[in-house]
């Protein structure tokens, strides 16, 4: 079948959702298994099946019936199904945490992980149950290798309850080689991705559109029950630029008019806006090109297919391996800054709760939403105060919005809040689709 890179239209006919709660959504591995309870069920389900078919066939069947009954095999929709939710990049950080707060829930959790190995150790390090997670290789900068994961996490599980696109690059200082006291960044310039984009573009923004355009298919088959949902990550460069602290820190973000899109974003084309080379800045883009992406579905999808699609700010994670790219002192100080001055600063549990609760608390279930968190800063204090009853919106002095709010899919600000644009870069990718020599591609 022609598989389009392209979003499919939202007039497109809706695939007929059959699939019963019964069978979807569990690993083929736990589909045989059977507990007492359920045992014991199955022995009544037996003993009554007996009774009835002695009633109607007394003389031909013996009266020992129901002791000659053979053993029934277990059956599957016995089995309370057991949710499925593909993290990206759960080999650390964020996508780590929450990986272990869903599998203690109950979830089972696909780490959708481009280091194996790393992502083992660390879910074993971590305590997580073997049970309740499996690592799959996914590198977010391939196309293939994300059409790989999607053929082999199909073959494995029959629908999908939670997708969630957090796996992320940065290169804060990629673009500064030699600009002062040589040595001291790592300079490097631009990273490029196996088809040849810019990196950040490709492994926080394509590669995530690609793999949420594969398993809305999946998705689908889990929406009848209430479900379904796509979480993608962004940021608050990428939502609230210039009302929020964290949101003025230059460079900004800014996408223009997708002038580097236009050109095909190859080398020497590293800039959505087609300007120059800026590590930091490339991924303030690529996270608001991701609350657009989630904008966006929301608006072609949401209706349709019931699927809920959401985005975050989890707070300032300051420790986790994003910043493994910033010089040293930048990595001791960061913390230390947000701990102690601007109170922005959250751990990587709590953060991975407050995602966790994104993907699995009815709470947090309006499609299009962004729900945004700060460490300690406003009211709420380091997440001790729940979240959505905290509605407390008021500024403090590091113009932090107090410690959480739901950002409505109208009040989405900054780069991303412009609806033209965000239809505009799906119809700019559209494009290339079309002409088959830049990003799209068909099979
Ligand atoms: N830290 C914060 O303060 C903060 C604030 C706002 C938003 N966020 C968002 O939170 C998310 C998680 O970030 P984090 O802070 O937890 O950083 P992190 O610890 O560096 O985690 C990033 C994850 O992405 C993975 N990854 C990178 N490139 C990939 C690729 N090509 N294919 C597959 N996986 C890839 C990394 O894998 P490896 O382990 O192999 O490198 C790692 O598991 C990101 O979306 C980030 O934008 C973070």
Not at 100 to 128: I, P, T
Not at 226 to 237: E, K, N, S, Y
Not at 384 to 406: C, I, L
């Amino acid at each position: 079948m022609a598989l389009n890179f392209v979003l499919p239209s939202a007039t497109a006919p809706a695939t007929a959702v059959t699939a019963s709660p019964a069978t979807s959504a569990r690993p083929a591995a736990t589909a045989t298994t059977s507990t007492s309870s359920q045992t014991a069920t199955l022995g009544a389900v037996a003993a009554v099946a007996g009774l009835a078919m002695r009633k109607r066939n007394r003389s031909k069947i013996s009266r020992n019936f129901s002791l000659q009954m053979p053993a029934l095999p277990a059956m599957p929709f016995m089995v309370p199904p057991k949710k499925t939710v593909v993290i990206t990049g759960a080999s650390s950080g964020l996508g780590l945490a929450a990986a272990k707060a869903l599998a203690e829930q109950g979830w089972q959790v696909v780490m959708a992980c481009r280091d194996f190995q790393k992502a083992e150790k660390a879910a074993k390090e971590a305590g997580m149950d073997p049970e309740n997670y499996q690592v799959m290789h996914c590198d977010l900068a391939s196309k293939q290798s994300v059409r790989n994961f999607v053929q082999t996490f199909r073959t494995q599980y029959q629908s999908l309850d939670a997708l969630v696109c957090n796996a992320a690059v940065y290169f804060p200082n990629a673009h500064k080689e030699g600009v002062f006291l040589p040595g001291l960044f790592p300079g490097g310039g631009p990273r490029w991705s196996a088809e040849g984009h810019e990196m950040s573009f490709a492994a926080n923004y394509l590669g995530h559109f690609l793999l949420c355009n594969l398993l809305l298919e999946d998705l689908k088959k889990s929406a009848p029950r209430g479900t379904a949902r796509c979480v993608i990550l962004g940021t608050v460069t990428a939502t609230v630029n210039g009302s929020e602290l964290g949101g003025m820190i230059p460079p900004l973000a800014h996408v223009g008019n997708f002038e580097g899109l236009e050109q095909g974003m190859k080398a020497p084309v590293t800039m959505l806006d087609g300007g120059a080379f800026d590590g930091a800045k490339a991924y303030k883009d690529s996270k608001v090109c991701d609350v657009m992406l989630m904008k966006e579905l929301h608006r072609r999808f949401h209706k349709e297919t019931g699927i809920v699609f959401t985005s975050l700010y989890p707070g300032c994670i300051a420790e986790t391996g994003l910043f493994r790219e910033h010089y040293p002192v930048f990595q001791n100080l960061f913390p230390a800054f947000h701990k102690t001055v601007t109170k922005a600063y959250v751990s990587q549990e709590e953060a991975g709760k407050r995602l966790a609760a994104v993907v699995a608390d009815d709470r947090y279930g309006t499609s299009g939403s962004y729900y945004s968190w700060e460490g300690e800063a406003g009211t709420g204090g380091g997440g001790g105060q729940d979240a959505v009853s905290n509605t407390d919106k008021d500024f403090d002095w590091f113009m932090n919005y107090g410690s959480f709010r739901t950002l409505s899919i109208d009040e989405i600000g900054g780069e991303a809040g412009d609806d033209q644009r965000c239809s505009g870069s799906v119809f700019l990718l559209a494009r290339w689709d079309k002409d088959g020599s830049r990003v799209g591609e068909r099979e």
